[in-house]
């Protein structure tokens, strides 16, 4: 059984793919894929294959074998390739290799620069949540403790157990994209060009994209006062989706993080040599 592994990595423009696959099921029926349904919030983000990703998350392995069996036999019926999409595979290449014993597996990742991860990471976790320190404060912490899922480790990782030629790595840059977007190039990933791309309905609205820097701060001022019981998650959901639309209309110009030129030097030193060994 052949298996197409979208892992991420994190924000790299997974929440784009994910709804952008999910409105071209049938289409991707066409050219040889399956993709298992899943849903999407207010904002179009989903998380992928989200119960997938919350068993592996738990370490139910069982259930997991289980769902993905289940995902199996709709495949097999349509004679397709099964494609699976979910962010929370990426750091535990270990634990999808027992999973996918026997499988045909091939492994398609996006990387992006370490630092713009890192900001980015930042400016998700304000988002969604309930993170209160500013951007300083984070990348002070982050110095202190080496994030594997940025500096390339697993990337290694990823290599070495599945092998070079089943791992699919992609630079998440917006000139390097074939096609001119996310959505096309990741369509090259599956060997879907020419003609057959251009069927496919492109996503116009913006997926998850980072805050402004303003509606960061504003956000990460209100969660000083909001939790996360129930009631205050759906309206952090409101907020959420007022914020992006004001972030979407009002694209902020300004390129460089707020954080001192030390700590950013300091992280540029930590993170880039690590990752060009990875590449190596």
């Known amino acids: ?24 099921q049938k289409r991707l029926l066409k050219d040889g894929y399956y993709y298992p349904d899943h849903s999407h919030d207010g904002n179009k983000i989903s998380g992928g294959h989200a119960e997938l990703g919350k068993l592996l998350v738990d370490g139910d392995i069982d259930s997991a074998k289980s769902l993905i069996g289940e995902w199996k036999k709709e ?25 996918f014993t026997g499988y ?10 370490p630092l713009d991860s890192l900001v980015s990471r930042h400016n998700q976790m304000i988002k969604r949540h309930f993170y209160k320190h500013d951007l300083q404060h984070y990348l002070e912490r982050v110095m202190s403790n080496m994030n594997e899922e940025v500096d390339g480790t697993v990337l290694s990782s990823w290599a070495e157990l599945i092998g070079a030629k089943n791992f699919l790595l992609r630079f998440y840059d917006s000139q390097s994209f074939s096609g001119g977007s996310i959505e096309t190039d990741f369509l090259d990933c599956l060997g879907v060009k020419g003609f057959r791309a251009r069927r496919y309905k492109l996503t116009k ?76």
């Open 75 to 99: 495949a097999q019926k349509l004679k397709k390739v099964m494609l699976i999409s979910t962010e929370a595979a990426f750091g535990r290449s270990q634990l999808i290799s027992h999973l």
């Open 1 to 24: 059984m052949k298996i197409k592994l979208h892992i991420g990595a994190p924000k790299t423009g997974s929440s784009a793919i994910q709804y952008f696959l999910l409105r071209n």
């Open 104 to 113: 045909d597996v091939e492994v398609i990742c996006y990387i992006r620069n």
């Open 205 to 280: 609205e913006r997926i998850n994209n980072s805050y402004s820097i303003n509606a960061t701060e504003f956000k990460r001022l209100l969660n000083h006062v909001l939790s996360e019981c129930h009631e205050e998650k759906t309206l952090a959901l409101k907020i959420d989706r007022s914020l992006q639309q004001f972030s979407d209309t009002n694209v902020n110009k300004e390129k460089r993080p707020r954080c001192s030129e030390q700590i950013y030097n300091e992280l540029a030193k930590t993170y880039n040599v690590p990752l060009q060994h990875a590449f190596d």
